[in-house]
């Protein structure tokens, strides 16, 4: 089940009301457990390309809104194992939030928090650009092209000087 928000942020003082009223959860099987995945439109990234001068860090507010979607769904006697929450500015508008709710298949409880997503994708591209450099499979020239377009799809650069045009 996919649950669309918009006009919100994980920092409303409403949030739990918001996603209580949008939530069906009577439609759940109480016997069973589930996985929630949130994506958020994180407005610490808003202003910057994903550069070094960007706060990727995990804050107080990830653990609160996690805490407070926890509680309200124990509230609804929904069990929760895993808990994704993934902060975004490519996909969603602002002020926007997807909540999908997946049968889990998991038997532990944990939080996985990625303020980024974007970051989270381009490191699995590039893990697996290693393991074909270290396989030989690429050859080195190869590797740093296809690492070059990877940083340039996602707006990953190392010096942003290099990436301005001059006027």
Do not use: A
Not at 2 to 10: C, E, R, S, V
Not at 18 to 30: S, Y
Not at 133 to 146: H, P, W
Request: hydrophobic share 35%; charged share 30%.
């Amino acid at each position: 089940m996919d649950i669309k928000l918009y006009n919100t942020n994980i920092e409303d003082l409403n949030i739990e009301q918001k996603i209580n009223k949008k939530i069906h959860f009577d439609l759940f099987d109480k016997n069973n457990k589930y996985d929630l995945v949130v994506e958020f439109y994180n407005n610490d990234l808003e202003e910057d390309l994903l550069g070094d001068d960007v706060s990727y860090e995990i804050k107080k507010k990830h653990y609160i809104f996690i805490k407070t979607l926890r509680n309200l769904f124990e509230k609804n006697s929904i069990k929760i194992n895993k808990f994704n929450l993934m902060g975004s500015i490519e996909t969603l508008n602002n002020n926007e939030m997807i909540i999908s709710v997946l049968k889990t298949n998991s038997n532990k409880k944990e939080n996985i928090i990625w303020p980024c997503k974007e970051i989270f994708v381009f490191e699995d591209h590039k893990n697996k650009l290693d393991t074909l450099l270290l396989s030989n499979i690429i050859s080195e020239n190869d590797y740093e092209f296809n690492l070059e377009n990877l940083k340039e799809e996602f707006s990953i650069y190392d010096n942003d000087e290099e990436h301005h045009y001059l006027n």
